[in-house]
């Protein structure tokens, strides 16, 4: 029987104002498939970040989102 991948972690990479590239590392209460874990990130981007000008800009002022992995 072929094993099912699972991901316990989210990493969002986030580009701060001043150039730096951090990656915060976000613990997954359960463990998810890639998908799942890709579904989650986009509902969590949708609370941390506010769309505009093509970018999602950090609710707390430092930067932007530029993407995730699961």
């Known amino acids: 029987m072929k094993r099912k991948k699972v991901t316990k972690t989210l990493i969002i990479l986030i580009l ?3 150039g730096e590239l951090l990656q ?4 997954l209460l359960v463990e998810m498939n890639a998908y799942e874990c890709l ?3 986009d509902k969590h981007r949708e609370t941390i970040a506010t769309y505009k000008s093509g970018h999602y800009y950090l609710n707390d ?3 932007t989102i530029q993407g995730f992995i699961c």
């Open 16 to 18: 701060l104002f001043n």
């Open 61 to 63: 002022g430092r930067g």
């Open 39 to 41: 579904d989650f990130a």
């Open 24 to 27: 915060e590392r976000v613990e």
